[in-house]
């Protein structure tokens, strides 16, 4: 809900670039929007069906960053990147020892490949929410607590506010 709060925030700083984590907190939502590069990071070591059970965030993103791959064998590593391209076959894999450094320069180049906003009040999820329980979940697009109803509150506000019925 805050994404249109962040993005305004971000232009109004003059920034070159926004990096916007969600954490995981919701495996069935996926925040991806149009106009933004989407990047799902999965351990290695959480087991070779996760990407099955993360499918929502891995399905709509363009790059899937395996992390801890110095952790499991290669045996492992290859049944665990089959899994992730059985839920996106034509997704971006980078695998990555922060360690070592191996593949971030793969994921830097994306990053700076990623073409900029153009505009920014046309930006949406770039999936249909499934039915659940939040705003979003109740199959909102439209990013911005404006577009929202319930117990939303801005990014400046520190008091919450109830929209709707």
Known sequence: ???ADALAWAGDEGADLLIVESAGLCLRCTPYTTQ??????????SGTNA???MAPMIAFADIAVVTKTDLVSQAEKEVFREAIRRVTPGIDLIETNAIE???LRYLFRAVEACPP?????SIVLRGAPP???CTI???KKEIGWRHHFGVV???????????GD
Request: aromatic content about 2%; proline content about 5%; overall charge negative.
């Open 1 to 3: 809900m805050v994404l």
């Open 101 to 103: 450094g191996t593949g």
């Open 153 to 163: 509150r801005t990014l400046e506000a520190a008091d919450e506010l109830y929209r």
């Open 51 to 53: 990407p099955l059970k």
């Open 36 to 45: 933004s590069l989407g990047i799902v990071v999965l351990p290695a070591i």
């Open 131 to 133: 039915l659940g329980v």
């Open 117 to 121: 906003i153009e505009n920014s009040s």
């Open 137 to 139: 979940c109740a199959g």
